[in-house]
């Protein structure tokens, strides 16, 4: 039954990463009564520059989550971008709304928790200056509400994932003997940093892929004509764009790349980009997927004997543990958390983050998989492309809106503790309690990329040196005054000492030096 012409009851604002209909906003809707509203505005792709295949999967995902709630009679007030830019273009998401809300008069509006500080208060700020109630209810995509990750921040000298992560798998029982862990231990990590030896992966399928449907081919043409210099590229495009395909993807998953996920985990390897990884975080983050599905279908996967309990584990500790964690941090520590920036560093990112145009090889396959699929998996993000931006001294900040451009599954609540977080040291030690730095030794550990590379991974310094090894003493010498005090990294600063005393450092300086000036002032 279609609504009536009675008054507008509920207005409900539905964003790009809201798209699930078990939402609480849809706690009480009446198709009679209510109606849903969404819009895809220009400034809203290009407030941070986006890869193409990031804004392809926010619109087409946004058009199916419309196209599913018509066909329960819901009523849609959907915005479109068309390929010319008509009078909309420019306009704003509040200027949009504004108009819709002067014409339909709706009681009130109702949203879900906003992913974005800046988008809640533009929210906030707008419903007030239009004189209408908002109405912000929570987001039970998530196991833990901001009010409970602040109660469990409270008189804690630091955040420990590991807390968090413990108290967490106790209270919703996942994984657990009683009052223990199954298995004995709450971390498998051990187990899951083997590399894949000289021989490499083998033949792997990789994470199911969805062929680009009308819908998908309409927003296509969209993106080419309003975004066409943007980054990335949209003939491979294949995630997920509905709540069905979502589940397919995570049925495949779990059936074929859980099992070997845990072990290989932080492994890489050349032209790979997936390997046994979920893929699953785009889905996730627009909430086409509910992550209490995948805890579930991966556990009862353990218990059926079909994935060992590393690999189980360690999925449920990203999902239950991390995704969670972070997003109480960013919620905890709004809106000053956006202009840390405890080391003081100044740069832009080099411009090969754009391009992928290096000549280091670990680099060109990270950038070529971010390219390619607006993905890569989070070693290549945060020891590879992470770990050069924050020693080379990016912008924490100015590393977040990269981050956000360039990766399908980027929104803010997950980059930001994440890129100027986790990987950028940015926070001065929040989410992370010693920086995320290392040689090209880890990386040639890791991958077989050090073997196809001009660069030696054991050099410091002389004209073969690895810049990752070069980079990575200088930024410790850097620092010293401040990490010489981290009793995490005492080791290294050890052998800091070491280089300083006997002039080697002197040559890594100017070794670095020269790096820099070569990537900045081409
Ligand atoms: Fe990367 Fe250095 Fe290895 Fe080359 S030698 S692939 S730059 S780590």
């Not at 969404?38 to 520059?49: D, G, K």
């Not at 298995?183 to 894949?196: A, P, Y």
């Not at 832009?348 to 391009?355: G, L």
Request: charged share 30%; glycine share 6%; net charge positive.
């Amino acid at each position: 039954m279609a609504r009536s012409s009675s008054p507008l009851r509920n207005l409900v604002l539905v964003l790009g990463d809201q798209l699930n209909r078990n939402a609480a906003v849809f706690d009480g809707f009446d198709v009679r009564r209510d109606a849903v509203w969404m819009a895809e505005v220009q400034q809203e792709a290009t407030h941070v520059w986006c890869h193409k295949q990031r804004i392809a999967l926010f619109f087409s995902a946004m058009r199916h989550f419309r196209d599913e709630l018509r066909n329960q009679d819901i009523d849609v007030h959907y915005h479109a971008l068309g390929p010319k830019a008509s009078r909309d273009r420019g306009r704003d998401f509040a200027a949009v709304l504004r108009k819709d809300v002067r014409r339909l008069k709706p009681e009130r509006l109702k949203i879900v928790h906003p992913g974005d500080y800046r988008v809640k208060q533009s929210l906030e700020s707008e419903c007030s200056k239009m004189r209408v109630p908002l109405d912000i209810v929570p987001d039970r995509h998530f196991y833990c509400q901001p009010d409970e990750f602040k109660a469990f921040s409270r008189g804690r000298k630091s955040l420990l994932l590991e807390s968090f992560y413990r108290r967490m798998r106790k209270k919703h029982g996942v994984l657990m003997d009683g009052e223990n862990p199954i298995g004995g231990k709450w971390n498998f990590d051990h187990d899951n940093r083997q590399t894949f030896g000289k021989h490499g992966p083998g033949s792997i399928t990789g994470p199911h892929s969805f062929r680009p449907d009308d819908v998908t081919e309409q927003v296509f043409d969209v993106v080419e004509a309003r975004f066409a210099d943007h980054p990335g590229e949209l003939d491979s495009f294949d995630l997920p764009v509905s709540h069905q395909q979502a589940m397919r993807m995570l049925r495949d998953f779990i059936d074929r790349s859980l099992p070997l996920f845990g072990k290989y985990e932080d492994a890489m390897w050349t032209d790979e980009a997936f390997l046994y990884h979920s893929r699953l975080s785009a889905a996730l983050n627009i909430k086409l997927l509910d992550p209490r599905n995948c805890v579930e279908k991966a556990v009862e996967a353990y218990q059926n004997g079909d994935a060992p309990l590393n690999s189980v584990e360690g999925f449920v500790r990203q999902l239950l543990g991390w995704r969670e964690f972070i997003r109480g941090v960013y919620w905890l520590h709004m809106p000053d958390y956006i202009d840390k920036n405890a080391l003081g560093h100044r740069r832009e990112v080099p411009s090969f983050f754009w391009d992928g145009d290096t000549d280091m090889e670990c680099v060109r396959q990270s950038m070529a998989h971010v390219l390619k699929h607006g993905y890569a998996h989070h070693i290549h993000r945060l020891m590879i492309l992470g770990n050069l931006a924050l020693m080379v001294g990016v912008d924490p900040r100015k590393f977040h809106d990269w981050h956000m451009a360039m990766y399908a599954d980027a929104v803010d609540w997950v980059s930001l503790p994440n890129a100027l977080g986790m990987s950028q040291y940015g926070d001065g030690g929040i989410v992370g309690t010693k920086p995320y730095c290392s040689t090209g030794n880890y990386i040639n550990r890791m991958s077989n990329f050090c073997g196809q590379c001009p660069y030696d991974y054991r050099k410091s310094e002389g004209e073969s040196a690895c810049p990752f090894t070069t980079l990575y003493w200088e930024f410790l010498d850097r620092h010293y005054e401040r990490f010489k005090k981290n009793s995490r990294m005492s080791l290294q600063m050890k052998h800091v000492a070491k280089k300083r005393q006997s002039h080697e450092m002197k040559k890594i300086r100017s070794q670095a030096k020269a790096l820099i000036k070569q990537w900045y002032d081409a």
